[in-house]
């Protein structure tokens, strides 16, 4: 490894640092806003507990890399409510932070990297599927666990329609998200 590469690795994870500071709409066990870099670790541990449930085999490095790196991009792009109305600018505004972020990389990785992102945004591999599936279904559990109908009550049918994807790329995950969406209407999180 040369010192420039190692150099541009170590701008690159000085850079990341900043996704612990960007905040999400779901919140910690403790009240406060779970941050991306939360969400990132909580995804990547619920791939590989639920491994299982893919329904192909898949090469869990790649899904791990996967949902590792695709929220990388709310470091300049912020993080987009599932919910907000507007999410025409978003995959404009995360594409060119991708651009920037992985730029900062070595060359080799930055093209696996762009690649990798890219892969999760366009959903055309098995992993790229699965680790989707898993992101979608991170947001589901915590907001059980932690959600707070205080902070608004959402459309059941609306979550049902942004969810519904997880149907087909992890059918035996599905009936855990009917579960999961029926002990947030008993909560009174969902109406």
């Keep these: 490894m040369s010192a420039s590469s190692l ?20 919140r910690t066990i403790d009240g406060r806003f779970e941050n991306s870099a939360e969400h990132s670790w909580h995804v990547a541990l619920m ?10 085999i898949i090469d869990m490095l790649k899904v791990i ?9 709310e470091i300049d792009a912020g993080d987009t409510w599932l919910y ?16 920037r972020l992985f730029s900062l990389l070595p060359k080799d990785q930055k093209e696996e990297y762009l690649n990798l992102w890219n892969e999760f945004e366009s959903c055309h591999s098995e992993e790229a599927k699965f680790a989707l599936a898993i992101d979608g279904i991170q947001p589901l559990l915590n907001h059980v666990v932690t959600g707070n109908a205080e902070d608004g009550v959402i459309p059941v ?9 997880i149907r087909e790329y992890a059918p035996k995950l599905w009936e855990l998200v009917e579960e999961l969406i029926e002990e947030s209407i008993s909560k009174g999180l969902y109406e």
């Design 7 to 26: 150099n541009g690795q170590i701008i690159f994870l000085r850079e990341v640092e900043k996704l612990k500071g960007v905040n999400r709409a779901n």
């Design 157 to 165: 049918e609306k979550v049902r329609s942004k969810k519904k994807y």
């Design 47 to 56: 791939a590989l507990l639920l491994e299982e449930h893919a329904s192909s």
């Design 84 to 99: 907000e109305t507007n999410q025409e600018s978003k995959l404009e505004a995360e594409t060119e932070a991708a651009i």
């Design 65 to 73: 890399k996967l949902l590792l790196i695709h929220d990388l991009v």
